[in-house]
């Protein structure tokens, strides 16, 4: 893979948003070339290669000048193409009726690092998830692919306490993976009682302390709105997180039209905290009624009410408060069950002890890698992944709990180290996933971003897949559907009230690619003028679909003038 374009070829310019690069590497190394060659008997001055004047001489100096044609073609080629691109992309954003919408984009050559296609690339934007490409590159960069995370269950040297230490795991118990192993929640907390149950010191254990403290006690951002604080993509981060730190309530029609419900909650916390049942069954063959179940909580608090009209089965879900103080209660009322005799159950606090050397390892450590939580943050856009990634590399490098503040500032000098200074302040980190409206972040800094990561070979893979690939997975599971793509696309979509953003790469067969950014900002969401999000989205996979094509067309004449170009016989010199 070629390097970053450099050297006396290398020349920039703006035109109308079109950023190019008119040279690259590949002029310099034939210019190189040539120049070795002609001064290679007397260095100083021109010397014609030995046997110039014969016949293979003539055939070899006819292909080194053929090569150095061809290169100057190619360089001049790609800036002709790419103002062609940047012409495509300014129809399409004028054919596309975005209204007053704001519209910024980047579209960068990964083997040279030419921008292939701008507009407004310096304009700092709301990235919405799009935020999640810095977060989980910069995770990936600091914990190293080999990364796990980690819990595990302690008993203290006196037998008395059992420790349950965090890392700060977003996966753990996750409903989603859970049911990928074929497991529920209560069968997960079950194997670790019995665990516990199975220790020759059961008998003795009186307290259950769930350990968090990896991370900071703060557990909401600041800036996240209210309403979103009741939903699953708004739960809070913790140092230890369970069941992405959600209930998932099944409500099961009645047999009699009127009566509650029955209602399964996941994980059980019935017996442990109040829950009421104010839903009704409805007439499933009756006339209409709205149908559907929501729950509500109270701010700060475990107490939770379901509503709503049950005529089929469904499920709800809501966040729970202090996950990890919730979690020691559910353990030690499973303890209990199984006949333990267990007095507290708790969050530890500072002043708590913490797992010391002369502690016993209970059971199984249950381990995360790294893969797997990148792929839940990037291909399903779970914004608690995000956080806890943003957290965790917090911790990682400065020893103390992981906090948005010391997680952002670690993000931040990642992508000034990986892209430099100057370039780094395109962006404002206040949060992980981007649920954040404070974040801020230009097009030209993602998508040299995403080249930078496409180009560090040891970790590409393991960061392109961890992405959704359109029309197969995760958030681009159901787009691309009316665009025929050569290529292989692999990206990040993003939403917000009034915000959709999608960034990634397009990959060709051959392997050519290229990275982009395409971020609308401001998009009119009421009155006559209002845009919807459909509509974006499908700017969005056009715009793609004409990077697509110029990638692959570009790979069609490269086949064709290499073919044109007749080959020597002998040593390139003689």
């Known amino acids: 893979m070629l390097g970053p374009a450099a050297g006396s070829c ?36 021109a010397q014609a290669p030995v046997g110039l004047l014969s016949r293979p001489g003539q055939r070899r100096w006819s292909w080194v000048t053929g ?44 083997d040279s690092g030419t921008t292939l296609a701008s507009r407004n690339d310096r304009l700092q934007m709301l990235p919405a998830s799009n935020m999640k490409l810095l977060t989980s590159g910069a995770a990936l960069l ?29 996966a753990l118990a996750d409903p989603d993976l859970l049911q990928e192993m074929g497991l529920d929640v209560e069968d997960f907390i079950n194997r670790w009682v019995s665990d516990v149950a199975a220790h020759p010191s059961a008998d003795t254990i009186r307290t259950v302390l769930v350990d968090g403290r990896v991370f900071e006690a703060k557990r909401v951002h600041p800036s996240w709105e209210l309403d979103d604080l009741d939903k699953a993509y708004g739960a809070e ?10 209930l998932q309530v099944y409500a099961q ?86 006949g333990l005799t267990i007095e507290s159950a708790r969050l530890a606090t500072a002043q708590d002890p913490k797992p010391e050397d002369g502690t016993t390892v209970i059971g199984t450590i249950v381990r995360t890698p790294l893969p797997t939580v990148l792929r839940r943050c990037n291909t399903d856009s779970e914004n608690l992944y995000a956080e806890a990634l943003l957290k965790r590399i ?27 200074p100057a370039l780094s302040t395109d962006v404002t980190i206040s949060d992980g996933s981007g649920l954040s409206r404070d974040n801020r972040v230009t097009a030209r800094l993602l998508s040299a971003w995403l080249r930078e990561m496409y180009r560090e070979e040891s970790i590409r893979d393991v960061y392109v897949d961890s992405m959704a690939q359109a029309g197969e997975t995760g958030t681009l599971s159901n787009r691309f559907r009316t665009v025929e793509l050569d290529g292989r696309v692999a990206a990040k979509s993003g939403y917000l009230s009034g ?11 051959n392997g050519t690619a290229a990275s982009f950014s395409i971020l609308v900002n ?20 056009r715009l793609v679909d004409l990077i697509d094509k110029q990638l692959s067309a570009e790979d069609r004449l490269a086949e064709v003038d290499e073919s044109s170009v007749e080959q020597p016989t002998g040593r390139l010199g003689g």
């Open 10 to 45: 290398e020349r920039e310019r703006q035109d109308k948003g079109l950023e190019v690069v008119e040279g690259s590497d590949s002029c310099d190394m034939w210019m190189h070339t040539l120049s070795r060659t002609m001064t290679a008997d007397h260095p100083g001055r």
């Open 142 to 170: 600091v914990l190293g692919q080999d990364f796990a995370f980690e819990t595990t269950l302690h008993l203290s040297a006196d037998g008395k306490t059992l420790f349950v230490t965090g890392s700060g795991d977003p």
């Open 237 to 246: 981060v913790c140092g230890f997180n369970f069941y992405r730190n959600i």
């Open 253 to 338: 029609p009645a047999r009699q039209v009127g009566l509650a419900p029955e209602v399964f909650v996941m994980p059980d916390v019935t017996r442990i905290i109040p829950f009421r049942n104010n839903a009704q069954t409805a007439d499933a063959g009756g006339a209409p009624a709205p149908a559907g179940v929501w729950i509500s909580r109270t701010r700060g608090e475990n107490e939770f009410t379901l509503y709503g009209h049950v005529k089929t089965p469904q499920r709800a879900e809501i966040t729970v408060s202090n996950p990890g103080n919730l979690m020691a209660q559910v353990l030690a009322d499973r303890l209990k069950r199984h």
């Open 499 to 509: 915000v959709s953003c999608l960034s990634g790469y397009v990959i060709e067969p």
């Open 522 to 541: 401001n998009i009119p969401a009421t009155g006559k003028n209002a845009i919807s999000i459909s509509t974006v989205k499908r700017f969005h996979e």
């Open 394 to 420: 917090g911790y990682a490098v400065t020893g103390q709990p992981g906090s948005w503040v010391n997680g952002g500032a670690i993000v931040r000098l990642v992508v000034s180290k990986k892209l430099g």
């Open 67 to 110: 090569m150095l044609g061809l290169a100057l073609i190619v360089c001049l080629g790609t800036v002709a193409r790419a103002a062609d691109l940047a012409s495509d992309i300014d129809r399409l954003i004028s054919a596309s009726e975005l209204g007053s919408s704001r519209v910024a984009y980047s579209v960068v050559d990964i």
